[in-house]
């Protein structure tokens, strides 16, 4: 059985992560030229209530299960191993019946009653057929990161991502003449076959490199093991709460921002149109940097458990600062990028260069959110789960309301969620601050900040000045990819001399450490 150090593991992790965000890219813009912004609108539209479905059948229990398997693999007691996977699939078995039924039942009726634009109940059927694949799959996902084995959970990501986009473009392309809803139905059923075949990779797997085999009396085993049932649900709900809670608020965000534009005076083809260009095009640009930000939530969450039971809270300090100063780096040239050159990659990626408005409204503000990822890791450790889910209640409430206020008004439309968005990134960063704060007296490394305000603001400045007057005459590709190119080998080597990247630091990487070693 293949093992990987904590290190290592988060690097596969971190690099299988650039690898499927690139290839959601290609993805996107697949789905933008072939369907077009109205059937981008339709896809996004859908999409939450895809990962609100994922989130039931879920049940928070790929965090119990990676947990629960950890702790009974270090006792190398297989049985335990077998019953945690025997009541899992189980539960998440049952789950996913109870849901595709009820969603084949109820999407129709209340998708005609949630939203104005009556053509999302398509895509929404379509996503039924995932709904027992994630199942499984969590399962198995919770168990390869319990037994600290992430190459199956890493590569199951790009194998998914390859099989979306090669049938994707098929898909879309065939049912496009019946219409844009069909389109967009399509592009749900090409995501379903790629968590498909992400499961069977899983799957073969899990069958050629575990120890553990599903045999036997299972239903017996399920039912003499209520305290590992305890166990499971009493982690697995509470993480499911704040999860719960994010997917609920980006459920209704699409119904919000559609009757909020109504009143506005948008038409309901304007409306969707306009919210894919916000959540299709602009998000997906600056959400890229994320996989970074995850990387750090999973490798901080067992270091700063290891600090808090010792109750060595300058450790805690101390990897908290060097969290965000890595999340400081990756959000600040993203922020340089995507603000300067946002009107060529929109044209680029998407070949919708209105899009770039909305990235120039988002993207300060999206320095904040890279620092949310490590914070609510701290929070997880410190036994403030709790708190953590209420800042997000709280945050949603706001976003919720502000939504409709700002896109309710005709100067504001779309731009109105675009704010909203910002509002909630900003706030739910500010409360877990704050609970850290309060808590551990977390204090902050003022000269870290204002060193990383002055990498952003030569190197936007560079990024300007070359805009306005370098490779002038080249096409927009070459160019745009040069510039890019340029500016950040410049904001890494004013990095290196500010000292926000250090020589310790590369070391501990291992890819780099080889080279500096």
């Given at each position: 059985?293949?093992?990987?150090?904590?290190?290592?593991?988060?690097?596969?992790?971190?690099?299988?992560?650039?690898?499927?965000?690139?290839?959601?890219?290609?993805?996107?813009?697949?789905?933008?030229?072939?369907?077009?912004?109205?059937?981008?609108?339709?896809?996004?539209?859908?999409?939450?209530?895809?990962?609100?479905?994922?989130?039931?059948?879920?049940?928070?229990?790929?965090?119990?299960?990676?947990?629960?398997?950890?702790?009974?693999?270090?006792?190398?007691?297989?049985?335990?191993?077998?019953?945690?996977?025997?009541?899992?699939?189980?539960?998440?078995?049952?789950?996913?019946?109870?849901?595709?039924?009820?969603?084949?039942?109820?999407?129709?009726?209340?998708?005609?009653?949630?939203?104005?634009?009556?053509?999302?109940?398509?895509?929404?059927?379509?996503?039924?057929?995932?709904?027992?694949?994630?199942?499984?799959?969590?399962?198995?996902?919770?168990?390869?990161?319990?037994?600290?084995?992430?190459?199956?959970?890493?590569?199951?990501?790009?194998?998914?991502?390859?099989?979306?986009?090669?049938?994707?473009?098929?898909?879309?392309?065939?049912?496009?003449?019946?219409?844009?809803?069909?389109?967009?139905?399509?592009?749900?059923?090409?995501?379903?076959?790629?968590?498909?075949?992400?499961?069977?990779?899983?799957?073969?797997?899990?069958?050629?490199?575990?120890?553990?085999?599903?045999?036997?009396?299972?239903?017996?085993?399920?039912?003499?093991?209520?305290?590992?049932?305890?166990?499971?649900?009493?982690?697995?709900?509470?993480?499911?709460?704040?999860?719960?809670?994010?997917?609920?608020?980006?459920?209704?965000?699409?119904?919000?921002?559609?009757?909020?534009?109504?009143?506005?005076?948008?038409?309901?083809?304007?409306?969707?149109?306009?919210?894919?260009?916000?959540?299709g095009f602009a998000l997906t640009i600056l959400l890229l940097p994320s996989f970074i930000t995850h990387a750090l939530h999973v490798s901080l969450v067992p270091a700063v458990s290891e600090a808090y039971a010792k109750k060595d809270y300058g450790m805690i300090h101390f990897r908290l600062n060097q969290a965000l100063r890595i999340a400081m780096l990756t959000g600040g040239l993203s922020v340089v990028v995507t603000y300067s050159f946002a009107r060529p990659l929109m044209t680029l990626i998407y070949d919708s260069p209105a899009s770039a408005t909305y990235v120039c409204i988002m993207a300060p503000f999206f320095l904040v959110f890279y620092f949310q990822a490590p914070m609510h890791a701290v929070l997880q450790a410190l036994d403030l789960a709790k708190a953590a889910m209420m800042n997000t209640l709280i945050s949603a409430i706001v976003k919720i309301m502000t939504l409709f206020l700002l896109t309710s008004r005709p100067e504001f439309g779309i731009?109105?969620?675009?704010?909203?968005?910002?509002?909630?990134?900003?706030?739910?960063?500010?409360?877990?601050?704050?609970?850290?704060?309060?808590?551990?007296?977390?204090?902050?490394?003022?000269?870290?900040?204002?060193?990383?305000?002055?990498?952003?603001?030569?190197?936007?400045?560079?990024?300007?000045?070359?805009?306005?007057?370098?490779?002038?005459?080249?096409?927009?590709?070459?160019?745009?990819?040069?510039?890019?190119?340029?500016?950040?080998?410049?904001?890494?080597?004013?990095?290196?001399?500010?000292?926000?990247?250090?020589?310790?630091?590369?070391?501990?990487?291992?890819?780099?450490?080889?080279?500096?070693?």
């Amino acid at each position: 059985m293949t093992r990987q150090s904590f290190l290592k593991g988060s690097f596969i992790l971190m690099v299988a992560g650039l690898f499927t965000r690139i290839l959601g890219m290609v993805n996107g813009m697949v789905l933008a030229r072939v369907i077009g912004d109205d059937g981008v609108g339709l896809y996004n539209m859908a999409f939450p209530a895809l990962i609100l479905a994922v989130t039931l059948t879920e049940l928070g229990l790929p965090v119990a299960i990676s947990k629960l398997v950890a702790e009974a693999d270090t006792l190398n007691n297989k049985r335990k191993i077998r019953v945690i996977l025997s009541l899992s699939l189980a539960i998440v078995g049952f789950i996913s019946l109870v849901l595709t039924i009820s969603m084949l039942v109820l999407v129709p009726p209340a998708a005609r009653f949630l939203f104005p634009d009556t053509r999302v109940v398509y895509p929404l059927l379509a996503i039924t057929p995932v709904i027992p694949i994630v199942a499984v799959s969590s399962v198995l996902r919770g168990y390869f990161q319990g037994i600290r084995n992430m190459k199956p959970y890493a590569y199951s990501g790009i194998i998914e991502q390859i099989v979306r986009i090669s049938l994707v473009a098929t898909l879309t392309n065939m049912l496009m003449p019946y219409g844009v809803q069909y389109a967009a139905a399509g592009a749900m059923i090409a995501g379903s076959a790629g968590e498909c075949a992400s499961l069977l990779y899983m799957l073969r797997a899990f069958k050629k490199e575990s120890r553990v085999r599903l045999k036997g009396k299972i239903r017996q085993s399920v039912h003499r093991s209520r305290n590992t049932l305890r166990q499971l649900l009493g982690i697995g709900l509470p993480t499911m709460g704040s999860r719960m809670i994010g997917s609920l608020g980006n459920f209704f965000e699409p119904i919000i921002v559609s009757h909020g534009m109504l009143l506005a005076g948008y038409s309901i083809q304007d409306s969707t149109a306009l919210y894919g260009q916000l959540t299709g095009f602009a998000l997906t640009i600056l959400l890229l940097p994320s996989f970074i930000t995850h990387a750090l939530h999973v490798s901080l969450v067992p270091a700063v458990s290891e600090a808090y039971a010792k109750k060595d809270y300058g450790m805690i300090h101390f990897r908290l600062n060097q969290a965000l100063r890595i999340a400081m780096l990756t959000g600040g040239l993203s922020v340089v990028v995507t603000y300067s050159f946002a009107r060529p990659l929109m044209t680029l990626i998407y070949d919708s260069p209105a899009s770039a408005t909305y990235v120039c409204i988002m993207a300060p503000f999206f320095l904040v959110f890279y620092f949310q990822a490590p914070m609510h890791a701290v929070l997880q450790a410190l036994d403030l789960a709790k708190a953590a889910m209420m800042n997000t209640l709280i945050s949603a409430i706001v976003k919720i309301m502000t939504l409709f206020l700002l896109t309710s008004r005709p100067e504001f439309g779309i731009k109105g969620a675009a704010l909203a968005i910002c509002v909630n990134v900003v706030l739910v960063t500010m409360l877990h601050t704050a609970v850290i704060i309060k808590t551990i007296g977390f204090s902050l490394i003022i000269k870290d900040y204002l060193r990383t305000a002055i990498l952003i603001a030569f190197s936007g400045l560079l990024a300007h000045i070359l805009i306005s007057r370098a490779l002038i005459g080249w096409e927009l590709l070459p160019r745009t990819l040069a510039l890019i190119a340029i500016i950040s080998f410049f904001y890494i080597l004013l990095a290196l001399f500010l000292g926000m990247i250090q020589r310790e630091q590369l070391s501990q990487i291992p890819f780099f450490g080889r080279w500096i070693a």
